[in-house]
C-alpha cells in the first residue's frame, strides 16, 4: 500500500496551533512521566507521522500522543500495523504527581497552544474601541466555536473562560460609545455560551450553569434577541440534561414564540428538535412527531448558500438526523432512534470529531440496550479510549464498555 498523508494528524496540530517542535518536546515531556526516561523524540518524528511514512508510531510516542490530545491512536489517524496490533500499557513506577495533575498539565499545554492560534492574546484591553475591534473579537468568536464543533471541550473551556476574563477587562477598562458597549455585551453572552458547552462536555455542570446565566445576562444587557434565544436554548438544553425535560420543553415553548425565530430558519429547526427530545422524555411522542418534522421544515427554509453563524454551524441534516434519534431515544423507540445514529454518523462532514465520537458512543448504547452486545462492541472498538476521563462522552464510553466486560461469556 503506497504513503497516504495523515491528514487527521495534521489538522489536529493545525487546529491547536502547534508547530512540529512543539508537539516533539511535550512528547518527551510526557514519556519522561510514562516511562521514567525522558523521550527522544524530534521534529522530523511528527513529520513522519503526517506524511505518513510511520503509520503507527512507537509505543513510547503513541501514548504519550494519546495523553496529549486526549483521543485513541486511530482517531488521530494512525492506522494498526495489522488486525492484531494492540497498544501495550506503559510499565508500572513510582507515583510522582498527586491525581490528576498530569491531566491539567496537559490541559495547560493545550490551552496555552489554542490561546495564540485562536487568537485570544490579541483582546483589546486599554484605550478607545471602536469597530475594527469588534470585528477583531467576532473573528475570535467564530474561531472558538469552529474548534468546539470540530474537537469538543477539553481545553477549550481555560482558553474560552479566560477570553470572557479579557472581554470584562475591556468592558471595564476601555472607552467606547453606546453601540460598542451593546457589541462587546453581545460578544460577552457568546464566549460565555462557548465555555458553557465547554463546561459541559467536561461534566463541569456548575460551571456550566453558572456560565449560561451569565450569557442570558449578558444578552439581555446587549439588547440582542438572537443572543438572548442562543442563552435561553442553553438553559433549556441543561434542564433537559439534569433531568427536568417539562421545565426544558416551557423554555423550548417560550423561545419559539418570539417573533424574531419566525425568520432565522436555523435557530427554529434547533429548538423544535430540542423541544422534540422534551415531549419524548415526557411521554407526548405524537408532540415529538410533529415537532420533529416542523424542525425538517424550517431547515428547508434555511438558505444554504451563506455561510452560517459559528455557533449553529454544527446544525447540518447529519445533525437533524442525530437530534430526532436523540428525541427517540427519549421516548424509548431503540430500535428508530439506532437506525437513525446510524444515519447521522454516515452523514457527518469530516471536521465534525467531537460529534461523531458523541453519536458512535450513542449508537453503542443504543445497540447494549436492545442486547446486540456484539454490535456494541464493533462500535466502540474504533473509538475506546480512557485518557480523556474528565469527558462525558469519554464517561458514556467507560459505561459500555464496562458493561460489555460483565457480560456473560459466550453471550452474542
Known amino acids: 500500500m503506497g504513503r497516504q498523508r495523515n491528514t487527521t494528524f495534521e489538522l489536529l496540530l493545525t487546529s491547536y496551533g502547534l508547530s512540529h517542535q512543539d508537539l516533539a518536546d511535550e512528547v518527551n515531556r510526557v514519556a519522561a512521566d510514562m516511562f521514567g526516561t525522558p523521550g527522544e523524540c524530534t521534529d522530523r518524528h511528527v513529520r513522519r507521522w503526517i506524511s505518513g511514512e510511520v503509520r503507527w508510531p512507537w509505543t513510547r510516542y503513541l501514548l504519550p500522543l494519546q495523553q ?15 488486525t492484531g496490533t494492540r497498544i501495550p500499557v506503559p510499565p508500572p513506577r513510582p507515583p510522582v504527581r498527586k491525581g490528576s495533575e498530569g491531566i491539567v498539565q496537559r490541559r495547560t499545554f493545550l490551552a496555552g497552544a489554542l490561546i495564540a492560534a485562536l487568537g485570544i492574546d490579541q483582546a483589546p484591553q486599554r484605550g478607545r474601541l471602536g469597530a475594527s475591534d469588534v470585528d477583531r473579537i467576532e473573528r475570535t468568536i467564530t474561531r472558538l466555536d469552529s474548534h468546539f464543533n470540530g474537537l469538543g471541550g477539553g481545553a477549550l473551556i481555560e482558553v474560552a473562560t479566560d477570553y470572557l476574563h479579557r472581554l470584562h477587562h475591556a468592558l471595564d477598562h476601555c472607552s467606547y460609545g453606546p453601540r460598542i458597549e451593546k457589541a462587546l455585551y453581545r460578544a460577552i453572552s457568546a464566549t460565555a455560551s462557548c465555555a458553557g458547552w465547554s463546561a459541559h462536555d467536561c461534566g463541569r455542570y456548575d460551571d456550566a450553569s453558572r456560565l449560561r446565566n451569565e450569557a442570558l445576562q449578558a ?13 435561553w436554548s442553553d438553559l433549556a438544553a441543561q434542564a433537559e440534561h439534569a433531568g427536568r425535560p417539562a421545565e426544558a420543553a416551557r423554555i423550548n415553548r417560550a423561545a419559539l414564540s418570539e417573533r424574531h425565530v419566525r425568520h432565522t430558519p436555523l ?20 408532540g415529538m412527531g410533529r415537532h420533529l418534522a416542523a424542525a425538517e421544515r424550517a431547515y428547508d427554509r434555511a438558505d444554504t448558500t451563506t455561510a452560517p453563524p459559528s455557533w449553529l454551524a454544527f446544525i447540518t441534516p447529519a445533525e437533524i438526523s442525530g437530534l430526532a434519534a436523540i428525541a427517540h431515544q427519549s421516548a424509548g423507540s431503540y430500535d428508530r432512534a439506532e437506525l437513525l445514529t446510524t444515519q447521522t454518523i454516515e452523514l457527518l462532514a469530516p471536521q465534525f470529531t467531537r460529534n461523531r465520537t458523541y453519536y458512535t458512543v450513542l449508537l453503542a448504547e443504543l445497540q447494549l440496550v436492545q442486547g446486540k452486545h456484539a454490535q456494541a462492541a464493533l462500535t466502540v472498538a474504533g473509538v475506546e479510549d480512557s485518557t480523556n476521563t474528565g469527558s462525558r462522552i ?10 460489555l466486560d460483565e457480560r456473560p461469556k459466550g453471550k452474542p
Do not use: Y
Open 68 to 82: 496529549i490530545f486526549g483521543k485513541p491512536a486511530q482517531a488521530m489517524g494512525f492506522v494498526p500495523r495489522g
Open 394 to 403: 469519554a464517561r458514556r464510553l467507560e459505561c459500555v464498555t464496562a458493561a
Open 219 to 231: 444578552a439581555l444587557l446587549a439588547e440582542d434577541a438572537v443572543a438572548q434565544t442562543r442563552a
Open 267 to 286: 435557530i427554529t429547526t434547533l429548538l423544535h428538535a430540542r423541544l422534540a427530545d422534551c415531549l419524548g422524555a415526557t411521554g407526548d411522542p405524537s
